[in-house]
């Protein structure tokens, strides 16, 4: 695990993003280690990689499979509060340019976390944050990508999920490295670039023009994924004319 280590912060030359790197074999959550360092005071810009987790979370509080070899890891930030609604765009931005680079695959984005290779999901997009009375303390950005996992052994996903392969080599490091490198350099762009950041990443959704299903609680709602505005919000145009304003945290969606 040492060489992954040094393969991890060689030739990693970023700001903030990654000038610490806390690396654990196995771990039940980044998340959860992340949220605790923070609380702890650990600075902003640190990373905590897990080589397996065995407890990961998706949104919605869904389990997240993540396997020894594939990647899970999870940044602390301390942002000013009116710029929550871009971190899910720079990761999704930043995790899509790292795998076209180590893998040389056309990715996109699936509203509002799913990293999409060939129709398929290859990883996903967590953000949490830590409130004191109304008072923003921290956001963990956490980041899972699938990579030489034999997706066909877990049923509950087997049909929706696909996995980077490597083709004999660790794309790991390579692949940790070209994401914290562009996660760094968007994020410190932000408060001057954020509509560029915004644009970019409707560039990439997949999302906007299909038909999609709204599922909050047992209510489900058809329609046109219409458009999305700079708050990360989707508007959805339903059958009769009429149009709903869809926030990530609020519901699942299931394009048709």
Request: charged share 20%; net charge neutral.
């Amino acid at each position: 695990m040492g060489d992954f280590v040094a393969s991890l912060v060689g030739g990693l030359n970023t700001r903030l993003i990654g000038r610490k790197i806390l690396y654990y074999p196995v771990l039940a959550s980044t998340m959860d280690a992340a949220r605790k360092a923070a609380l702890d005071g650990e600075a902003g810009g640190t990373v905590i990689v897990a080589g397996e987790q065995t407890q990961g979370r998706g949104r919605l509080s869904r389990s997240w499979v993540s396997p020894r070899g594939s990647i899970a890891l999870s940044i602390i930030l301390y942002p000013e509060v009116i710029y929550l609604p871009y971190l899910v765009m720079i990761t999704a931005l930043a995790a899509s340019a790292a795998i076209e680079g180590a893998a040389s695959l056309p990715t996109a984005v699936k509203w509002p976390n799913d990293l999409i290779v060939g129709g398929k999901k290859v990883g996903g997009i967590l953000i949490e944050n830590g409130w004191d009375g109304g008072v923003l303390r921290f956001s963990i950005v956490g980041i899972g990508i699938n990579v030489d996992m034999e997706v066909a052994a877990y049923p509950e996903i087997a049909e929706i999920a696909a996995s980077l392969r490597s083709g004999g080599r660790d794309m790991r490091a390579e692949l940790i490295r070209q994401l914290l490198a562009e996660f760094d350099r968007l994020y410190l762009m932000l408060p001057a670039e954020g509509h560029a950041i915004f644009e970019a990443w409707r560039g990439r959704l997949t999302t906007l023009g299909k038909a999609v299903t709204v599922v909050s609680g047992d209510q489900a709602i058809e329609g046109t994924a219409e458009a999305v505005d700079e708050s990360g919000a989707l508007r959805v145009r339903k059958p009769d004319g009429s149009s709903i304003t869809v926030l990530a945290g609020d519901v699942s969606l299931r394009e048709k």
